[in-house]
């Protein structure tokens, strides 16, 4: 299940999603706003994630058929 913080960050010129314990991945850019997700742990295949980008900055994502925003570096929800 997907509980807690989902991050997306660089790492080594590589967009990367960290979505718990055990789905994390590189995210490669698909169209547009979406990108594909590959899991480290091959088995768990691949998942399309959407963003929706306001004033330049990801405001929320879609993943596995839920819509996710984005929280404040601080934990709390962002100001914006």
């Not at 547009?32 to 998942?47: E, M, N």
């Amino acid at each position: 299940p997907l509980l807690g913080r989902i991050t997306v960050r660089e790492d080594r010129g590589k967009l990367r999603v960290d979505a718990g314990p055990s789905l994390k991945g590189d995210l490669e850019h698909w169209q547009y706003d979406r990108f594909r997700a590959r899991y480290d742990d091959r088995w768990q295949g691949t998942d399309f994630i959407t963003f929706t980008i306001g004033d330049g900055i990801a405001t929320s994502l879609e993943l596995a058929g839920f819509t996710l925003k984005r929280a404040s570096d601080k934990g709390g929800p962002a100001s914006n």
